[in-house]
């Protein structure tokens, strides 16, 4: 039997247009934008036979399921382990000001050798962002449904889907992606869904 997943990112927050880094200590809401994007990604969900959709716990990925679930008339069960990563004493800066406080960690971060140990002071690194989100594809696998959303965010979706060779460069507000459960392992079924 397989299972399938449509994982995707919240909507956009202030936050997010002022390129400014949220991580799991700053739990901003959808903005206008946000929510028109959610609406969008809804009309698009509606079309895969959703049967639940699970959702971080965090407001922006939350409000994102609530718009999903309502037109695709399916429940939602909160995760905590879907939440966005812990950027430490980086959360709540703007993305140049990061740059500037932590260049080593900066640089590290967008290294393309991707040290999966990086962390900002106070942080949590790629790979444990990584680890805790195979950890929730764990609980998925056990699941009665087959079709299920999961509305998170950005670096935590990115550092999963790097467990099965994709590294998107960039992660628009409500990027999709197909993850397919099938004999006993997952793969991306598809990039963009």
């Not at 399938?4 to 799991?24: A, L, S």
């Not at 959709?53 to 069960?77: D, G, H, N, Q, W």
């Not at 960690?105 to 690194?125: A, I, K, Q």
Request: charged residues 25%; glycine residues 8%; aromatic residues 8%.
């Amino acid at each position: 039997m397989q299972k399938d997943v449509y994982i995707f990112r919240h909507g956009e927050t202030d936050y997010n247009k002022e390129k400014r880094w949220q991580g799991c200590g700053i739990d901003s809401e959808l903005n206008a934008a946000g929510i028109a994007q959610a609406e969008k990604l809804a009309v698009n969900l509606s079309g895969k036979n959703l049967e639940i959709i699970c959702s971080s716990p965090m407001k922006r990925a939350l409000k994102t399921a609530e718009i999903a679930a309502s037109l695709c008339a399916v429940p939602i069960v909160v995760i905590a382990g879907l939440r966005e990563g812990c950027f430490g004493e980086a959360e709540g800066m703007l993305k140049t000001e990061v740059a500037q406080k932590f260049p080593d960690v900066f640089n590290m971060w967008y290294s393309p050798e991707n040290d999966m140990d990086v962390r900002f002071p106070g942080g949590e690194s790629k790979r444990e962002m990584q680890e805790r989100m195979l950890d929730v594809l764990k609980q998925v696998e056990k699941m009665p449904q087959n079709i299920i959303g999961i509305s998170s965010h950005g670096s935590s979706i990115r550092y999963l889907l790097m467990a099965f060779g994709h590294q998107p460069s960039k992660m628009e507000n409500t990027a999709l992606y197909h993850l397919a459960f099938k004999d006993g392992k997952w793969r991306l079924a598809s990039e963009k869904a």
